[in-house]
């Protein structure tokens, strides 16, 4: 009897599995803590599914390496007892959480994102799981729907902070913070995007994508997060037609210099100048710039160093803002991170850790980007960009929020973390799709 009926749900779980991670796709935004459970179980579900070894994908291997690395980090800080005020090494323990189960993931979550069908349906879970998003924030906008907002006794909480336009804070919706709200708007819109420019005619489905584009646009400029701008900008342009690439990439690059937040004021300055036909007096001004007095290349150029300090297994999740308080007492602000993913991996686990990861990320976006960008162009026609024109969206997805994380650390929320992973295992799928080809050719 009790066989017979774990026969019956082991067959349910393999059968509806990708169901399921669509729900959890649909629900990371508005329930994360409920769509971790359904991509949980789908997780589970492939490995009643026969013949899915997945362990032979080169891709996988350093992701686990890195990850015996983190625990031999922990393990060190336990033995050794490092004493650092307001910390203990069981936060390094609780820090794997956002690292490792994540490996398990893009080994499992490989299954449901194969084809170019099973990604677009995960894009449109995303497009439709954004959809409260933009609800809750029109309601902060015009309502003064301000929160938090707990539904289910606090298991889904909708922070919604206050808006204040005149000191640069804008909607947040669910999030905690501005930034946050941002870097999911910069995942979601390049599917938008794109399904808007490559849908023919006047169709109803096209104008549907339309007025959702500019909805998204719309709350991306109510964040107020500049990072938000730079991921939208850098995302469109590598939707769009590539003769016009290089004349937009310029302009782009150009107005991010001139005003996104990272940028060190001085040097926002000058291009002001310059846009302003100031050529001379831009010249003179660059003479007196001096870098250092702006807070994130201080923390930047300030951060090597405590890396440096311990390269090899760090210094433990959570440590960077006591030790950067610690040296620099007198430092303005209080940076809850290096402000780079990069330099918080370095020093949370060690160099060698960081390597590792962000190397294999490097050259799955390399490879991946020849083979949607440069391999099927070679002979650029409008049907070629039919048929590549959803990797693309895919693609620059994932990069738009891979460059964010070098200015900012959005990443140890779940719902940018699962997406980040999401959409580098549909990454490496493209690439195994493609070396699969060239070995049977």
């Known amino acids: 009897m009790l066989n017979s009926y774990y026969e019956k749900v082991r067959i349910l779980i393999n059968q509806k599995s990708f169901f399921f991670f669509q729900i959890g796709v649909f629900l990371i935004l508005s329930a994360p803590i409920i769509g971790a459970f359904f991509l949980l179980i789908s997780l589970l579900g492939t490995h009643f599914e026969k013949g899915n070894n997945l362990l032979k994908n080169r891709w996988i291997w350093p992701f686990l390496l890195s990850g015996l690395l983190a625990i031999l980090s922990s393990i060190n800080l336990t ?14 323990w609780l820090g794997l959480g956002n690292w490792i189960p994540f490996f ?9 994102m194969q084809t170019k069908k099973m990604r677009e349906k995960i894009a449109n879970m995303f497009l439709a799981g954004t959809v409260p998003l933009i609800f809750s924030s029109f309601g902060q906008l015009w309502f003064g729907w301000h929160g938090p907002l707990i539904f289910l006794n606090g298991l889904i909480i909708w922070f919604q902070r206050s808006i204040n336009f005149e000191s640069g804070q804008g909607i947040t919706a669910m999030f905690n913070n501005q930034n946050y709200a941002a870097c999911w708007l910069v995942i979601i819109w390049p599917f938008c995007i794109n399904k808007f420019l490559y849908l023919k005619g006047l169709s109803f489905k096209r ?11 719309t709350c991306i400029y109510l964040t107020k997060s500049r990072g938000g701008l730079l991921g ?17 990439l310029v302009v782009a690059t150009s107005y991010a210099v001139a005003t996104l937040s990272f940028v060190p004021r001085n040097i926002q300055s000058i ?10 007096e831009a010249f003179e001004f660059s003479k007196h710039i001096n870098l250092l007095n702006d807070p994130r290349i201080f923390i930047y150029i300030n951060a090597i160093p405590i890396i440096m300090e311990r390269p090899f297994l760090g210094w433990g999740a959570s440590t960077f803002p006591i030790i950067f308080n610690t040296r620099y007492p007198d430092f303005p602000i209080e940076p809850l991170h290096p402000h780079n993913l990069i330099f918080e991996m370095a020093n949370s686990y060690g160099l060698i850790f960081a390597l590792i990861i962000s190397i294999t990320i490097f050259l799955i976006l390399i490879k991946s980007f020849r083979i949607i960008f440069i391999k099927k162009e070679i002979k650029y026609n409008f049907k070629d960009v039919q048929l590549n024109n959803f990797d693309r969206a895919w693609w620059s997805s994932f990069f738009g929020l891979f460059i964010t994380q070098m200015f900012d650390v959005q990443y140890f929320d779940f719902r940018i973390s699962i997406s ?13 799709k493609e070396k699969s080809k060239s070995l049977s050719c």
């Open 79 to 92: 033995i050794r007892d490092l004493h650092i005020d307001g910390w203990n090494s069981s936060l390094s």
């Open 104 to 112: 398990y993931f893009i080994w499992r979550a490989q299954i449901f």
């Open 207 to 217: 104008l549907i994508y339309f007025f959702y584009s500019i909805l998204l646009i």
């Open 232 to 248: 939208t900008i850098t995302s469109t342009l590598f939707n769009v037609n590539k003769y016009f690439l290089v004349l937009l």
């Open 271 to 280: 291009f002001r100048k310059v846009f302003s036909e100031k050529l001379l």
């Open 420 to 432: 980040f992973w999401i959409l580098l295992t549909g990454l490496i799928c493209i690439v195994n």
